[in-house]
């Protein structure tokens, strides 16, 4: 079984700050994707980032950077320079199984970023 | 390049009645998967389609079916429906890559 495990129901950022957003799993799979998701109040998942689990580097995207410590489980996300857009809950998530095939994501309960002036 | 496309946005259903749910994917993907999220929750995943064929599926009961064409759209349906299946609907496409992209969702209220 697979478990993700967000302990921050809601975090505040100054704009222009970064921010990190824990995330630490718990899975049997050998190989397994983690993924970040963002979802403003319109209700629609966006993509953010993507960490193989046989990865060598932590993964980026523009502003968004993944922390990925595999000893310890964890894959956090780094938000740098936070702009008021990014206010959202953000969802970590993970996929078991086989790289590069689709399977089921198990998210997290969710973070509430709110980004202030 | 149109994204994932879900209808209807919103529905009202009364206990009891069945509903349908539409999922279009992402050009290129033909893999398609169904989640759940009750308010203030995240995503639980309901089942997944490939090859017009269930793949996947997670831990709903057998009210819950689906189905995949073979232009790779997908339907969710939903009889005898409960007051505890108000949710946000979202569908995910996917092919050979990990990442999975998301509709907009349908937001399904029963009453």
């Known amino acids: 079984a697979q478990k993700i495990t967000q302990t921050q129901p809601g975090m505040f950022v100054q704009e222009k700050e970064a921010v990190t957003l824990d995330c630490t799993y718990d899975?049997?799979?050998?190989?397994?994707?983690l993924f970040w998701y963002k979802q403003p109040s319109s209700g629609e998942m966006i993509f953010l980032i993507y960490q193989g689990s046989y990865d060598q580097q932590n993964a980026t995207e523009g502003r968004y950077s993944l922390n990925f410590q595999k000893a310890r489980k964890s894959a956090n996300l780094v938000i740098s320079a936070s702009q008021l857009g990014d206010s959202a809950m953000y969802f970590c998530?993970?996929?078991?199984?086989?790289?590069?095939?689709?399977?089921?994501?198990?998210f997290g309960t969710g973070t509430r970023l709110q980004v202030t002036l | 390049d149109a994204g994932v496309t879900q209808s209807p946005t919103h529905l009202i259903k009364t206990r009891g009645q069945q509903v349908t749910l539409r999922c279009s994917p992402k050009s290129g993907h033909d893999t398609v998967s169904w989640y759940q999220q009750a308010l203030g929750q995240g995503p639980q995943f309901i089942f997944q389609y490939y090859e017009e064929e269930e793949r996947q599926r997670g831990n709903f009961p057998d009210r819950f079916s689906g189905h995949q064409f073979p232009n790779y759209s997908s339907e969710l349906n939903v009889n005898a429906l409960l007051l505890g299946d108000s949710a946000l609907y979202l569908c995910?496409?996917?092919?050979?890559?990990?990442?999975?992209?998301f509709g907009p969702g349908t937001r399904l209220t029963v009453t």
């Open positions: 899975t049997s799979d050998p190989s397994y994707g």
């Open positions: 998530a993970m996929r078991g199984g086989n790289t590069g095939t689709a399977s089921k994501l198990t």
């Open positions: 995910a496409s996917s092919s050979e890559s990990p990442e999975q992209y």
